[in-house]
Protein backbone atom coordinates (compact mmCIF):
# COMPACT_ATOMS: atom_id res chain seq x y z
CA UNK A 1 0.00 0.00 0.00
CA UNK A 2 2.80 2.09 0.38
CA UNK A 3 3.04 2.36 -3.30
CA UNK A 4 -0.02 3.62 -3.49
CA UNK A 5 0.48 7.47 -3.96
CA UNK A 6 -1.88 9.82 -2.47
CA UNK A 7 -0.84 12.87 -4.85
CA UNK A 8 0.98 13.75 -7.95
CA UNK A 9 -0.03 10.27 -9.90
CA UNK A 10 0.03 10.63 -13.77
CA UNK A 11 -3.89 11.22 -13.97
CA UNK A 12 -3.36 14.27 -11.53
CA UNK A 13 -0.57 15.47 -13.48
CA UNK A 14 -2.20 15.35 -16.74
CA UNK A 15 -5.09 16.86 -15.16
CA UNK A 16 -2.91 19.87 -13.57
CA UNK A 17 -1.11 20.35 -16.70
CA UNK A 18 -4.22 20.76 -19.22
CA UNK A 19 -6.21 23.13 -16.59
CA UNK A 20 -2.98 24.78 -16.20
CA UNK A 21 -2.82 25.22 -20.32
CA UNK A 22 -6.17 26.81 -19.86
CA UNK A 23 -4.50 29.72 -17.91
CA UNK A 24 -6.57 28.67 -15.18
CA UNK A 25 -4.67 28.70 -11.07
CA UNK A 26 -5.21 26.51 -8.52
CA UNK A 27 -4.60 25.33 -4.89
CA UNK A 28 -3.05 21.59 -5.20
CA UNK A 29 -4.32 19.45 -2.36
CA UNK A 30 -6.13 21.41 -0.28
CA UNK A 31 -8.72 21.50 2.33
CA UNK A 32 -11.99 23.43 1.07
CA UNK A 33 -13.53 23.10 4.47
CA UNK A 34 -11.19 23.68 7.01
CA UNK A 35 -13.64 21.63 10.20
CA UNK A 36 -13.92 18.43 7.26
CA UNK A 37 -10.83 16.38 6.76
CA UNK A 38 -10.93 15.85 3.07
CA UNK A 39 -8.64 17.21 0.99
CA UNK A 40 -9.54 17.96 -3.00
CA UNK A 41 -7.01 17.65 -5.57
CA UNK A 42 -7.38 21.20 -7.12
CA UNK A 43 -9.10 24.34 -5.33
CA UNK A 44 -10.83 27.46 -7.21
CA UNK A 45 -11.17 29.18 -3.68
CA UNK A 46 -12.17 32.37 -5.62
CA UNK A 47 -15.15 29.99 -7.76
CA UNK A 48 -15.76 27.73 -5.02
CA UNK A 49 -14.62 24.46 -6.99
CA UNK A 50 -13.23 21.56 -5.95
CA UNK A 51 -12.31 18.95 -7.97
CA UNK A 52 -11.79 15.37 -7.43
CA UNK A 53 -9.28 12.96 -9.35
CA UNK A 54 -10.97 9.35 -8.26
CA UNK A 55 -9.37 5.99 -9.39
CA UNK A 56 -11.17 3.43 -10.79
CA UNK A 57 -10.30 0.87 -8.32
CA UNK A 58 -10.19 3.05 -4.89
CA UNK A 59 -13.98 4.88 -6.06
CA UNK A 60 -15.59 1.91 -7.76
CA UNK A 61 -15.67 3.22 -11.55
CA UNK A 62 -18.96 1.69 -12.66
CA UNK A 63 -16.66 0.92 -16.41
CA UNK A 64 -13.35 0.04 -14.58
CA UNK A 65 -13.47 -1.18 -11.21
CA UNK A 66 -12.12 -4.35 -10.77
CA UNK A 67 -13.17 -7.01 -7.79
CA UNK A 68 -10.22 -8.13 -5.72
CA UNK A 69 -9.00 -11.52 -6.39
CA UNK A 70 -7.86 -11.42 -2.66
CA UNK A 71 -9.33 -10.93 0.43
CA UNK A 72 -12.53 -9.89 -2.02
CA UNK A 73 -15.18 -8.72 0.73
CA UNK A 74 -12.61 -6.48 2.70
CA UNK A 75 -11.35 -4.77 -0.70
CA UNK A 76 -15.59 -4.57 -1.03
CA UNK A 77 -16.27 -3.19 1.79
CA UNK A 78 -13.38 -0.60 1.23
CA UNK A 79 -14.68 1.01 -2.14
CA UNK A 80 -18.70 1.03 -0.82
CA UNK A 81 -17.02 3.36 2.47
CA UNK A 82 -15.28 5.31 -0.02
CA UNK A 83 -18.46 5.56 -1.98
CA UNK A 84 -20.75 6.86 0.77
CA UNK A 85 -17.39 9.29 2.02
CA UNK A 86 -17.02 10.80 -1.63
CA UNK A 87 -20.97 11.41 -1.68
CA UNK A 88 -21.15 13.07 1.83
CA UNK A 89 -18.28 15.02 1.03
CA UNK A 90 -19.93 16.30 -1.99
CA UNK A 91 -22.99 17.26 0.24
CA UNK A 92 -21.18 18.84 2.75
CA UNK A 93 -19.55 21.03 -0.07
CA UNK A 94 -22.86 22.01 -2.08
CA UNK A 95 -24.36 23.20 1.73
CA UNK A 96 -21.67 25.11 1.98
CA UNK A 97 -21.55 27.23 -1.31
CA UNK A 98 -19.46 25.13 -3.13
CA UNK A 99 -19.19 23.43 -6.71
CA UNK A 100 -17.83 19.65 -7.26
CA UNK A 101 -16.38 18.30 -9.89
CA UNK A 102 -15.42 14.82 -10.06
CA UNK A 103 -12.88 13.04 -12.45
CA UNK A 104 -12.13 9.62 -13.54
CA UNK A 105 -8.75 8.65 -13.82
CA UNK A 106 -9.36 7.22 -17.29
CA UNK A 107 -10.92 10.74 -18.70
CA UNK A 108 -9.24 12.11 -21.12
CA UNK A 109 -7.34 15.24 -19.14
CA UNK A 110 -7.94 17.93 -22.20
CA UNK A 111 -11.85 16.93 -22.11
CA UNK A 112 -11.84 17.07 -18.05
CA UNK A 113 -10.02 20.42 -18.01
CA UNK A 114 -11.98 21.71 -20.37
CA UNK A 115 -15.13 20.48 -17.80
CA UNK A 116 -13.55 22.19 -14.80
CA UNK A 117 -12.81 25.66 -16.49
CA UNK A 118 -16.47 25.43 -17.78
CA UNK A 119 -17.09 25.12 -14.25
CA UNK A 120 -14.88 27.82 -13.17
CA UNK A 121 -15.78 30.36 -15.32
CA UNK A 122 -19.65 30.16 -14.85
CA UNK A 123 -20.24 28.45 -11.63
Same mark, same amino acid.
Given at each position: ?8 ? +? ?7 ? #?? &? ?5 ? /? ?8 ? +? ?9 ? $?? #? ?5 ? *? ?7 ? #? !? =?????? *???? #? ?12 ? %????? *??? /?? $? *?????? %? =?? &?? +?? !? ?6
Amino acid at each position: MRSNKGRDT +RPELALRRA #VH &ALGLRYR /VSYRPLKFVR +RTADLVFTRAK $VA #VFMDGCF *WHGCPAHHT #V !A =ATNAGF *WAEK #VRRTRERDAETDRL %LREAG *WHV /VR $V *WEHEDP %L =AA &AD +RV !AETVRCP
